[in-house]
């Protein structure tokens, strides 16, 4: 798989707004609804077998198309997809929901090409974890999501960030760059909300990975570099002369201050 190292981690020069608060991850919830789909029905036992606790409910399936038919019988918290599924594939299930939900979504494959990662946030996945996986690593990730969904309620971070010709509407999901609305999967979002609610400060890979994504750097991925990739691809005037989502050598990105 294609790896990038982690940064060393820096100082900033106050504490980040954040995107969840602690009161939130106390309150009682329902059950967690998990859907996977997944042709090996081995992978589908063992992630049942992983994430065993009442706060989670699973349904498992073995294709894409079984996956969009569950999907619009009930509602989920995650879904987890595998890529090469008989029917529909994992791509292509993946965009179609992302095309009516906003719920999240893990691909999990063993395609680890990094065309297959991109292709994958392209259409609208939060997070791709690569077969096989550490069951440890698959826990964290999904938790991670369920925290960060249970967060938005409760953010720090203004409703409304402006920065330069950068607007972010938080209630309404709304991004404009110089007047023009640009259309953004839930992580693009999430990251860009995150520097624009700092901007001017500078965050290495680790602590972009614990407050946007919700757990620690694992060092096994290049999802960070590839997030920047694509919004800088859809807020850049030129995307390979960023102006807003800047790279500091040897420390991290920041998101320019005006």
């Not at 954040?18 to 042709?39: K, N």
């Not at 994992?90 to 990662?117: H, M």
Request: aromatic share 8%; net charge negative.
């Amino acid at each position: 798989m294609f790896r990038l190292s982690a940064l060393s981690a820096q100082p900033y020069p106050m504490p980040p707004f954040r995107r969840t608060s602690d009161r939130a991850a106390e309150e009682p919830q329902a059950p967690r609804r998990i859907l996977v789909a997944d042709d090996d029905p081995a992978i589908g036992a063992l992630i049942q077998f992983t994430l065993k606790d009442p706060r989670y409910e699973f349904i498992s399936v073995t294709n894409g198309l079984e996956a969009l038919q569950a999907f619009e019988k009930q509602p989920f918290d995650v879904v987890i997809l595998d890529v090469m599924m008989p029917y529909v594939d994992g791509f292509e299930a993946c965009q179609r929901i992302r095309e009516k939900s906003d719920t999240p979504i893990i691909i999990l494959t063993a395609r680890d090409g990094t065309d297959d990662v991109v292709h994958g946030f392209e259409l609208g996945a939060d997070d791709y974890i690569t077969k096989p996986f550490k069951t440890v690593e698959l826990i964290a990730r999904v938790e991670a999501i369920l925290r960060r969904v249970e967060g938005y309620k409760s953010r720090r971070a203004p409703p409304i960030v402006r920065v330069g010709p950068l607007e972010i509407d938080e209630p309404r999901h709304r991004v404009t760059v110089r007047g023009q609305e640009v259309n953004l999967t839930p992580m693009e979002f999430e990251l860009l909300y995150f520097l624009a609610a700092n901007a001017g400060q500078v965050f290495d890979r680790e602590t972009l990975f614990r407050e946007v994504w919700g757990y620690e750097y694992v060092g096994e991925t290049n999802l960070v570099d590839v997030c920047v990739r694509r919004l800088r691809e859809k807020v850049e005037e030129v995307p390979s002369r960023p102006r807003l989502i800047v790279t500091v050598r040897g420390v991290g990105y920041k998101l320019a201050e005006g």
